[in-house]
């Protein structure tokens, strides 16, 4: 069975996460909405500000009583009123007229500019001089000038920072409808791993990916389930596998790189309904056993054991589906990657995409990116690694000093 | 009093981090520790692994006995045994022995290399050929070769990602101990805001600063504690920041930014015990009219009102405070800038240090930084805004094309 595979390019694998379903949408409160995804898009209800607004301490003033006033030649105010914080102002305002007005103050009817405080002197209560022309519309701002009532402001799939959390909270929008929270089950096979709890006997070693696994999902937005470790025994897996899959959007079974296990793998998706094999195998190193079927409509990911192995498939090739099935915009899934200088030759085979761990260093005026070097089950690389290079399919090798674009880790 | 105070640079401003306590410790579990501050250094108590370990699947050898072979020329082999995974293999092997082994498999004493099974051919269940040959150490991990007995491995200060969590579960740690996450107290002030619940009435608008300031503190890993909107009341604020200091790490108002306000900030100060004030002005723009002082031993902000202004001060100024106080090593609270082209020319003022907001867009091969323009109360310029670029306080504007160096927002 095994044998009817290819081995196939990154390309395809990350085109086959269009196939899954997105999931579902809830209302939440805003406060608890950073780092969520808009399920909508959102409309503006009203002008915001809705009313003409100072942006400056100072006085409201008509622009063209202040053409041509300078220091030598101030231009002459009769102070009739001050306007109260949140209040309309009972009185407007003329030529020659103007009135104190604070940051955030509502311009009086025939206002149309803010002098600055720093620009007059009070001559007394009732008259200031200015000392400087303001055009109109200056140091303030206009009804529905940050937004217009019917502006489209926030789309569905935008992921939600600070600021359209403040934008958000300036509608008025107390909750939110975002995309749930995909849930990605984890489980950990392999005799030889046991819970972090107990002291590994001889041969034995502790069940570290459940722990980078969930970490990572969490990373990228979802909610990691943890079904513990689960021996090599066919019957166990597979009661497991269609646990998770019950409880889960997605499921990864790490851990499973012994030659018996990644047949079970095999064998348990044979056993589950509706199972077919989408990936078994891909042209990228470390990582390449990987397994991905489509079980129902779920993603089923058979990782590879090594832990450097498991990470970089996760975040390379796992963490796209997550994107697509959070509901996250094409364009926010874009990875902004660190430009840098290799700091040494590197080599790599053709055929494939491989991942180099490289640390960053600052030289000068310089970021070098250092290879880190080491076996792909060798926790410790990961923790020296501040990101990874992609050495594309048709390279030999990169160049001490090639410019390279780091993924951050 | 006012007077006194001169506006000082963002350096300056910064400095005065180091005069703040680091927050306290805590035990947590460390499936929760993801992005949490270590607060010890750690060394560990063992090798890992333990044993020697197989990273392919094969058939463990003496490599010496595999010099020389080729397609053309293999060397033979007796099977004497398969290795259980997680038990110690009951035999041992010499030359010309080989024994199967899995991924992760515990190497039987005798060996010190790994064929891969992909590199042989059984020819019968007792006889392997093997066609290339293995140095010694290859395809295998030795003892401690992860991680040695005694190693420095994690340091206090230092950020735990995935990996550093998956290096505490190889160690067997269920609980970890970090720096607690710095509580910071949110005020919002104002006669012309209103709860986000409200419709605003004429001259009123929603409290956005709130929201913006939560958010951006949760990303800067520290837990927002607001305390709502206290109106332009002396008695009422002095009560409020009182309250938000005993219950907070730090404090920060926000939206006093008209003259009432400001003023009633200083009142305040200076009629809570033990208050000096650091900073009440900074030459930065948005955001100049900051204020800063120590009371007690916390931080106290006042913020400018605007919401980008408010920001922008939070992002550069603030944002390094949480950092030291959330007791993250001074390495790790690098920020790594994007570097990218500028779209089109600015000015600045000299004297002071200008952000400026920017929208990242990939064009052919060059990432171009595009200057959003618009006043700093505009909260829909930030939602626009992927980033900010600093120009320095001796520049008087950047020509297009220039290279420029974007901090993320």
Same mark, same amino acid.
């Given at each position: ?5 290819? =081995?196939?390019? #990154? ?10 379903? #997105? ?21 503006? &209800? ?41 209040? /309309? ?87 939110? *409808?975002?995309?749930? !929270? ?70 990864? /079974? ?68 997550? &994107? ?6 094409? !364009? ?20 494939? *995409? ?5 640390? #960053? ?44 674009? =780091?993924?951050?880790?």
């Amino acid at each position: 069975m095994k044998e009817f595979f290819k =081995v196939k390019e #990154l390309s395809q694998v990350i085109g086959y996460s269009s196939e899954f379903p #997105l999931a579902g949408t809830e209302e939440i409160p805003l406060v608890e909405s950073l780092g969520r995804i808009l399920s909508t898009d959102i409309v503006s &209800d009203m002008d915001i500000p809705d009313f003409s607004r100072s942006t400056m301490d100072g006085y409201a003033v008509c622009a063209s009583s202040t053409f041509g006033a300078t220091e030598g030649n101030p231009a002459y105010f009769n102070l009739n009123g001050t306007v109260a914080m949140g209040e /309309i102002p009972a009185f407007s305002i003329g030529a020659g007229v103007a009135a104190t007005i604070s940051t955030g103050g509502m311009l009086p009817d025939g206002a149309d500019a803010v002098v600055m405080v720093e620009h007059t002197e009070a001559l007394d209560d009732t008259t200031i001089e200015v000392y400087r022309s303001v055009a109109p519309g200056q140091h303030m701002v206009e009804i529905g000038e940050d937004i217009k009532k019917g502006d489209s402001i926030l789309s569905c799939g935008q992921k939600i920072r600070p600021q359209e959390s403040g934008l958000l909270a300036a509608m008025g929008k107390q909750t939110v *409808t975002v995309y749930k !929270k995909p849930v990605v089950g984890i489980i950990s096979t392999g005799d030889e791993i046991v819970p972090i709890q107990e002291i590994p006997g001889p041969g034995q070693i502790r069940d570290i990916n459940s722990y980078t696994l969930s970490g990572l999902v969490q990373q990228a937005g979802g909610v990691p389930l943890t079904y513990g470790i689960v021996r090599d025994n066919l019957n166990v897996l597979t009661r497991k596998c269609a646990l998770a899959l019950s409880q889960s959007d997605m499921v990864m /079974i790490s851990g499973g790189s012994s030659v018996g296990t990644r047949d079970f793998t095999i064998s348990v998706l044979s056993s589950l309904p509706d199972a077919s094999i989408l990936v078994h195998g891909i042209s990228i190193s470390p990582g390449k056993p990987t397994i991905l079927a489509k079980v129902g409509n779920k993603a089923f990911w058979g990782l590879p054991g090594h832990v450097v192995s498991a990470m970089v498939i996760f975040n390379v090739v796992v963490r796209p589906f997550i &994107d697509h099935i959070s509901g996250i915009s094409r !364009k926010q899934t874009r990875v902004w990657k660190l430009p840098a200088i290799l700091s040494r030759n590197i080599s790599s085979a053709q055929g494939r *995409t491989d991942y180099i761990r490289v640390r #960053l260093v600052q030289r000068d005026n310089q970021l070098t990116a250092e290879p880190i070097l080491g076996k792909s089950g060798l926790i410790r690389t990961m923790v020296k690694a501040d990101g990874l290079i992609e050495v594309g399919m048709n390279i030999e090798g990169l160049d001490k000093d090639t410019p390279v674009e =780091v993924i951050l880790l």
